[in-house]
């Protein structure tokens, strides 16, 4: 059984940081492609980073600069280091998991993020 775990979330003043973690079990980590996606009440589910196997990444536009996407393929964890935060990066955030081959995917519980003004 795959489990994704988050941790990291929280409440942070503008311009402040959170890392944010992913540990997954119950997969062949390192063949995933490694995303966090984030998602306001009444609104999409807006991929913010990606991570392949070779450690390429991708950043949607509005983050680029700002947040850092990492994995560890030996502990199974893909984080997402937040900085310079602005409070329109309030939302959930979510780990997802992808198969490279089977695109099945595989999602984590969320974890909030809360940036003030």
């Known amino acids: 059984q795959v489990q994704l775990v988050e941790s990291g979330g929280g409440l942070v003043q503008a311009g402040g940081s959170l890392r944010l973690s992913c540990a997954a079990s119950?997969?062949?980590?390192?063949?995933?492609?490694a995303r966090w996606y984030r998602q306001v009440p009444g609104k999409q589910r807006e991929l913010v980073a990606t991570i392949d196997n070779s450690g390429r990444t991708n950043y949607v536009d509005s983050v680029k600069g700002r947040f850092t996407i990492s994995r560890d393929n030996a502990k199974s964890t893909v984080s997402l280091q937040m900085n310079s935060l602005k409070p329109e990066d309030s939302a959930v955030y979510y780990c997802n998991l992808r198969h490279p081959l089977t695109l099945n995917d595989y999602w984590g519980q969320g974890t909030q993020v809360t940036v003030s003004s």
């Open positions: 119950g997969v062949i980590f390192s063949f995933n492609l």
